[in-house]
């Protein structure tokens, strides 16, 4: 993207960053997420270079393949213990997976784009409100279908 479409978009109400920035993130919090992608990414090329496939992998690991697929994908309900485990069955040894976590850099950042909101106009702020009804005393809650 040139200067000119850049100050166009900026101009238009978009405001420029990184992921980082745009999500919050801490330094450390990139590091982390750095160090989990480097551990799958290692776990499936390990696996891979072993000639073993993910169900073979998920029976050495007593677990499914699709849990697996969600390690070697760095998802983030897998913790660092899964990790390391897949790590290990895949043949590392610690040292190698403290040289993996080690070797671990956050990516320069990239730029995104976010559209800054504008303020609404008078008209729009002045929305009308349902009116809320006041349960009598020992009213109950309505029934479900289930009921």
Same mark, same amino acid.
């Given at each position: 993207? /040139?200067?000119?479409? $850049?100050?166009?978009?900026?101009?238009?109400?978009?405001?420029?960053?990184?992921?980082q920035?745009?999500?919050?993130?801490?330094?450390?919090?990139?590091?982390?997420?750095?160090? +989990?992608? $480097?551990?799958?990414?290692?776990?499936?090329? +390990? +696996?891979?270079a /072993?000639? *073993? &496939?993910?169900?073979?992998?998920?029976q050495?690991?007593?677990?499914?393949?699709? %849990?697996?697929?969600?390690?070697? &994908?760095?998802?983030?309900?897998?913790?660092?213990?899964?990790?390391?485990?897949?790590? =290990?069955?895949?043949?590392?040894?610690l040292?190698? *997976?403290?040289?993996t976590?080690?070797?671990? &850099?956050?990516?320069?950042?990239?730029?995104?784009?976010?559209r800054?909101?504008?303020?609404?106009?008078?008209?729009? +702020?002045?929305?009308?409100?349902?009116?809320?009804? $006041?349960?009598?005393?020992?009213?109950?809650?309505p %029934?479900? =279908?289930?009921d």
């Amino acid at each position: 993207m /040139n200067e000119a479409e $850049k100050q166009a978009l900026e101009e238009a109400g978009w405001k420029f960053g990184t992921a980082q920035d745009f999500l919050a993130l801490s330094d450390a919090e990139m590091e982390i997420i750095a160090a +989990r992608a $480097k551990l799958a990414s290692e776990v499936r090329r +390990r +696996r891979q270079a /072993n000639k *073993v &496939s993910q169900p073979t992998f998920a029976q050495i690991l007593k677990t499914s393949q699709s %849990r697996v697929s969600l390690i070697e &994908s760095a998802d983030p309900g897998v913790s660092f213990d899964q990790l390391i485990k897949a790590m =290990i069955a895949a043949g590392a040894t610690l040292k190698e *997976v403290g040289e993996t976590i080690g070797s671990a &850099s956050v990516a320069p950042a990239r730029s995104v784009r976010k559209r800054v909101p504008q303020p609404a106009s008078r008209a729009s +702020r002045t929305t009308a409100r349902k009116p809320t009804r $006041k349960k009598a005393a020992g009213e109950r809650p309505p %029934r479900s =279908i289930a009921d």
